[in-house]
């Protein structure tokens, strides 16, 4: 069984570019969180996509988006990126009914703005 | 404001001996509070989680000891090993709601 899996593994982009990752969740799990880890840090809450609407929203501006896709999978799209938007970027899932209770993390995507 | 304060920032064991890591928090909503391990270039992994409804649950070697009314809470290593040298984090979030992570120890267990 697959666990969390994100794509790409590492992406270098320059200021002002956007940027799209991608997560597939665990098998059978319908809830997907996006985190940001800056280096050194805790994961910080981005938003989370549940029945392909955002269910909830952290601190972050409206630059970051997502979406949820049918398959439940998701995408995370940063715009006008910024060299702060530099971190680990992760996905975690969740099972049905669950909510945000158990939550199993993906490796994470590297994104590096220069 | 961090929702969850996390110490100490890095620790060194020897193997053999206790590993102990220590959070505190001030929302009294939170009502879930996990412990994540994490090795360099991998996401968080859950290793442990509590409840407020009980002050200790064990695992293996990982205890999570739980303080309601100090709001604290702690992950004890016993016999810590070289395999166990990674960043842990605490976190905590109200039923439903988003997590808030602790800002991770670096634990070194030395063989």
């Known amino acids: 069984d697959a666990g969390v899996t994100q794509s790409p593994t590492h992406l270098i982009k320059t200021r002002g570019q956007q940027v799209t990752l991608r997560c597939s969740p665990k098998?059978?799990?319908?809830?997907v969180s996006w985190y940001q880890q800056a280096l050194g840090q805790g994961p910080q809450f981005i938003f989370q996509y549940y029945e392909e609407e955002e269910r909830q929203r952290g601190n972050f501006p409206d630059r970051f988006s997502g979406h949820q896709f049918p398959n439940y999978s998701s995408e995370l799209n940063v715009n006008a990126l910024l060299l702060g938007d530099s971190a680990l970027y992760l996905c975690a899932s969740s099972p049905p009914l669950a909510f945000t209770d158990t939550q199993y993390f993906g490796p994470g995507t590297r994104l590096t703005v220069l | 404001q961090q929702q969850v304060k996390q110490s100490p920032q890095s620790l060194i064991v020897q193997k053999g001996g206790i590993s102990i890591i220590n959070c505190a928090y001030e929302n009294t909503a939170f009502d879930y509070f996990p412990w994540y391990q994490q090795f360099p270039g991998k996401g968080p992994a859950l290793l442990i989680a509590?409840?407020?409804?009980?002050s200790e649950k064990k695992e293996g070697r990982f205890t999570i000891s739980f303080n309601k009314s100090a709001k604290q809470f702690s992950l004890h290593i016993m016999d810590s090993q070289p395999g166990d040298s990674a960043t842990y984090f605490c976190?905590?979030?109200?039923?439903?709601?988003?997590?808030?992570f602790g800002t991770g120890t670096s634990l070194t267990v030395i063989p």
């Open positions: 098998s059978g799990h319908d809830t």
């Open positions: 976190a905590a979030n109200p039923r439903g709601n988003q997590f808030y």
């Open positions: 509590i409840r407020p409804d009980v």
